[in-house]
Structures are given as C-alpha cells and as structure tokens.
C-alpha cells in the first residue's frame, strides 16, 4: 500500500541533521507493523513524511514515498506521493500524532470533532443519523454516547486517547499511522488502547503502523517490526524472527534490556485476540 523508497529527511533550509536517513520499508495491507528505537532515531519524522504532514518544517531530501489506494467509490486506483497525500487523509489514511491528547479542541464538544473531520460524503444522511452512527462505532469500542456530549476536559486522559482512536478509524481508512499512542498512560489504560486498536485492525482489515519506544507492545501486537537507530533502519522482519534471532547489536541489547517477557502474547493470553 506504502513504498517508502531509500527516503532521507530534513528539517529547515539546507544542510544539518539527517532525521531519517535513506530509509527503504513497505506498509503492506491487514498488517500491524511496528516501529521501534529510542527517542530521537527519527519515528515520528518517518510518520511525517509518510502521512506527507510537511508543517513542522520537515522536507524530503531524496527518495520517494508511494502510496496505492483505492478509491471507495469509484473502485479507482489512486496513486500518489506522500507530498499529495493531504485529499487522501482521513478517507485513506489517517494520523494520531504524537502527544495527540492536545490535539482535541477544549472548547467544543467530542460530537462536533468527529463531525468536523469528516469528509463531505460521511456527512450525508442529517445529523440525527450521523450522530447514531457515530455512538454506534463509539460503542463498539466501550465509549459510551455520553461522551460524545463532553468536552475533552471532561474526559481521563485514557478516555480522550481512545476517543482519538475511535475518531481516526471511524471513516475505515485503509491506513491508521499511530505515533506513541500509550506513552504517558498508565498499564492498564494502556492496555485496552492496544486492544481497541487490534480490535479496529481486526475488524477493518486495514494496516496500522504503530510507533513505541516499547519493544514489549510490538512483542504483544505487531506483524513485522522495524528497528531504527540514529534516523536509519538497522533491523527489519517479522516480529516474532526478530525477536528469536535480533541481528543488531543495538536490537540485541534492547531486547536484552526488557523484563522477562513469558511464551505467551500478553495480549493473547488476555483472550481478546483468540
Ligand atoms: P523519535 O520520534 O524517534 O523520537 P524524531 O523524529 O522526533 O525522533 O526526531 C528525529 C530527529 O529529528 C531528532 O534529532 C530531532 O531533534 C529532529 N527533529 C524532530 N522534529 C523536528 C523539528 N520539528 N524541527 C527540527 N528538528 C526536528
Ligand atoms: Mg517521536
């Protein structure tokens, strides 16, 4: 669905940092493919530029990003480059930055969000009928249809995460990209986070890229994985060979610096995905 062909990124006018440096991955469809490695290593950049989000200053240096969709009405494909991707977003792909809780307007109703994001043919149907679907989707994943009466201020941190979730897979893109969407949260809101978001993959059949610094979530719920280190991919493959066998020195001590982890997918073992 995605090619990500030999892409070096920049920040500002000329010159400096390479964030991602000739990085080559693909984004298959119905997969969950992680992306790992420490803070700075380039993820969220990656998502950027994969999203074809270009206003924190970020610039595709060399190398391509390719994106194949089909449209859902016409059944037409589309083919673009991340920098064109914008009258794709939401419909085809869609986005949970990271840090994304601020991402939420204080002053205006959960209801109101989901509506204003949508695409003009979602929107058909009134209002009355919008809001059903709406609560309906929102049901589907715990969110009761009070919540979407509140204002985000109202609502736990875990709360607004998962309402951010809800909101970025209620259209059905075919891509969800989710930067860090459990980092700050507690365990066990962690948790039903990760489960709502295999549920949706699950359930759309869609790709999701997840971004963690936390090898233990790609252990628990990624497909492939992908290991970045200083802007470059130094490891890639499916999770469970990268896991039994880590190439990289830098994998090898990641994994070598996480709790024990038992035979079992954690979240396997917690029954939901049976
Ligand atoms: P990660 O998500 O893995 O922590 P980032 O993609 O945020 O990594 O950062 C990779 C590199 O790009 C870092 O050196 C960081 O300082 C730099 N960087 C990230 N965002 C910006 C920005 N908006 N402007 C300038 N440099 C940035
Ligand atoms: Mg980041």
Redesign the pocket.
Known sequence: MITVDNVTVG??TAGF?K?VDQVSLTINDNEILGIA?E????????MRAVYGDFS???RILSGTVTGRFVDATSGQVIEAQSKNFAPLWWDQLSYIP?GSMSVLNPLMKIEQQVVDGLPARERKGGSHALRQRIAGFFSGFGLEETVLDAYPHQLSGGMRQRVLVAIAAFVNPRLILADEPTTALDVVVQKKILLMMVEIQRRQRNSLVL?SHDLGVHYQITDRLVI?YR?QIVEQGPTAEIFANPQHDYTKNLIASLPRLHGKRAVESMGVLA
Do not use: E, P, R
């Open positions: 920040y500002g940092i964030a490695g803070s700075g290593s380039g993820k969220s950049t990656l924190t200053g970020l990271q971004v970045m802007g």
